[in-house]
């Protein structure tokens, strides 16, 4: 379980590269450009995700095609909102507000898969959102549209894992990556025609960063996943804080006021505990084959 660990570590270090880069573009290029070639890059990772006896088709089918669609429509949202997110924001800043995801998710699940929720998670979700407002400060700082990039980025990752759980444990992962690859790769491909820019070389290597790194993500975190309980590798997802404050210190020389690093804290704390809740609700519905 050790080694899982660790590759969960390495695979949201990736991630987190892979974000960086993004923001190194400084929004040069259209963000709907930035998400196409990503997607492009990240289809990279499909060999590796295969197992034996899986077959090409099911990268482009499902055992519920209407929740595959939903998955694919999460993900380019998603991926979209977080190219503005990083680019507009304060890394840190902007994965705080991503990082509401699994507060979403309780609400999520109370509506639509019409779940018991205790007051434990309840009081995290009431200290996540009071996170939000110290962060955000309505009324007393400038608000951009990459806040709210970043909340709907979290917004469309809870009604993924709602999807997820409805599909069940049944799923093949090539389907799953497909959806979140192929998704991303359409909205961008279309949306960029427009306004299309060639990137220049610097570009071009940015590009690269981003959507390679990303792609070893998926492929760190199919091995972590086999490695040890997704229980156990969830909760590294929050190390990307840690790198988010290195990256903005020694790179975009970002700097966090006092209220938006306890209002962090507040949305960090609240969001670990209740990822921690919801892995334990979904390993029980699938113990129970409810989904």
Aim: proline share 5%.
């Amino acid at each position: 379980m050790f080694k899982g660990v660790l590759l969960g570590f390495a695979c949201y270090a990736a991630y987190s590269f892979s974000d960086a880069f993004v923001k190194l573009l400084e929004g040069s290029l259209p963000a709907y450009e930035t998400v196409f070639f990503g997607a492009v890059l990240m289809l990279l990772a499909l060999p590796f995700l295969k197992k034996p006896g899986d077959r090409w088709r099911e990268v482009v089918t499902s055992r519920h095609p209407s929740l595959w669609l939903l998955r694919a429509i999460t993900m380019a949202l998603g991926n979209l909102t977080s190219v503005m997110a990083f680019t507009s924001l304060p890394m840190a800043e902007a994965f705080a507000l991503i990082f509401l995801m699994p507060i979403f998710v309780t609400i999520l699940s109370v509506v639509f898969l019409k779940e018991q929720v205790r007051w434990r998670r309840w009081s995290a979700v009431i200290v996540g959102f009071l996170g939000v407002l110290v962060v955000l400060r309505p009324g007393f700082r400038h608000l951009s549209h990459g806040h709210v990039a970043a909340i709907v980025c979290g917004l469309v990752g809870a009604i993924s894992v709602i999807g997820l759980r409805m599909a069940g444990p049944d799923e093949k992962r090539l389907s799953l990556y497909g959806a979140g690859v192929l998704g991303p790769l359409l909205m961008g491909g279309i949306l960029m025609l427009p306004t299309f820019v060639w990137p220049s070389l610097h570009q071009w290597f940015l590009l690269a960063g981003y959507g390679l790194l990303a792609g070893l993500a998926a492929i760190l975190l199919m091995l972590s996943t086999r490695l040890a309980p997704v229980s156990a590798v969830a909760p590294t997802q929050y190390s990307q804080m840690v790198w988010a404050i290195v990256f903005g210190y020694l790179l975009f020389h970002d700097h966090l006021d006092w209220p938006m690093a306890v209002g962090i804290a507040f949305i960090l704390g609240a969001g670990l505990f209740t990822l921690v809740r919801e892995e334990q609700v979904t390993n029980w519905w699938r113990r129970t084959k409810i989904v």
